[in-house]
């Protein structure tokens, strides 16, 4: 419960972050990037770059790092498996900006970073990760001493690309993280499973007959306690989503992208739920703003506890809630989801 003084705070907040977007926008600092002077940017072995701006593959051939699959199809020099990881996330870049998302590196929080850096690399059991933090590595020379962003993709993905979408789904998560700092598993993992379906088949993870949660204990059980409730974010677009044919209209430049091999990076042209994701992602810019201001957090520098914590979970709720009434979609499924309290 809100004290009156932080009521009186909260709303002015709220409205602030809410109206003159633009003019807003236009003050907002840049971010410094973090110096990391005593990294050597997770390699030990030489590095190896691959270049499509803005991103940069580093990758190694040799040591623990290497490459597993070094086929180059092209000859050009360079293995597939590292072009085609560039190729997936300048699709999926491209396609997300497209759709009118805004671009991380435009964002006040990441607008002092040049490069979005991918590393492939060992990362264990993970099949990739991505970093919330820019940085300058000036001890790796090969990263030319330039603010970047990081991802780091599994070095042995099986059969990649084929069907994985990994990529992609980790730089989604670079556009959330230019949004909001809000960090829960079940928001963060549910719509950036989302994402994967502008490059895999079909539009959703399944076509969900789970009705929405219509209770706050449903909401515990099926959502908050969850790392991937497909069943509840797969729903809840079908049902503010009504688009009968689920096509998004890209560029022929987009829909006709390939792999080194020459298949479609883009399975089909099937997606569904863009401009309600986009208008949840800015929902939960303003709120992330409100809590900062509320909290006296300092800005885009949440404590990672902070950022996780579960006490955010109805707020981002309500976010959610305000994006579908906003869709203007109305029905006793939806008008019980929105009556959670």
């Not at 929405?212 to 079908?238: C, E, G, H, K």
Request: aromatic share 10%; charged share 15%.
């Amino acid at each position: 419960m809100l004290h009156a003084k932080h009521l009186v705070l909260y709303l002015a907040v709220l409205v602030s972050a809410q109206v003159g977007t633009t003019s807003a926008t236009a003050q907002e600092a840049v971010v410094p990037c973090a110096v990391e002077t005593s990294s050597s940017g997770f390699y030990a072995e030489p590095l190896l770059k691959f270049e499509l701006p803005p991103f940069r593959i580093l990758y190694a051939v040799a040591g623990t790092h290497a490459v597993i699959d070094t086929t180059d199809l092209n000859s050009n020099g360079i293995p597939d498996y590292v072009e085609n990881v560039a190729r997936q996330a300048d699709f999926m870049r491209r396609a997300l900006n497209s759709l009118g998302f805004r671009d991380p590196l435009e964002s006040s929080r990441y607008r002092a970073a040049k490069y979005i850096d991918i590393s492939v690399r060992d990362i264990g059991a993970s099949n990739g990760i991505a970093y919330d933090e820019p940085a300058v590595y000036p001890n790796v020379p090969i990263k030319t001493n330039n603010c970047a962003l990081l991802i780091s993709i599994s070095r042995s993905l099986a059969v990649f690309p084929g069907t994985w979408a990994v990529v992609g789904h980790e730089l989604f998560h670079l556009y959330q993280n230019s949004y909001s700092m809000f960090k829960a598993s079940w928001f963060m993992e549910g719509t950036a499973r989302w994402s994967e379906y502008a490059i895999r088949s079909g539009f959703a993870n399944t076509v969900s007959t789970t009705p929405l949660p219509s209770s706050a204990q449903a909401m515990q059980t099926n959502v908050y306690s969850q790392s991937y409730p497909m069943a509840f974010w797969d729903r809840l677009i079908q049902q503010v989503d009504a688009s009968p044919d689920n096509v998004i209209d890209l560029p022929a430049s987009l829909t006709g992208a390939t792999y080194v091999d020459g298949t479609p990076i883009m399975k089909d042209t099937y997606l569904k739920g863009a401009p309600f994701i986009q208008s949840l992602l800015q929902g939960l810019e303003s709120e992330s703003n409100v809590l900062t201001a509320l909290n006296s957090w300092p800005t885009y520098r949440w404590q990672e506890t902070d950022q996780k914590d579960v006490i955010h979970d109805p707020r981002i709720l309500k976010v959610i809630q305000r994006a579908v009434r906003n869709t203007g979609v109305s029905n006793a499924e939806i008008n019980g989801f929105l009556a959670i309290p």
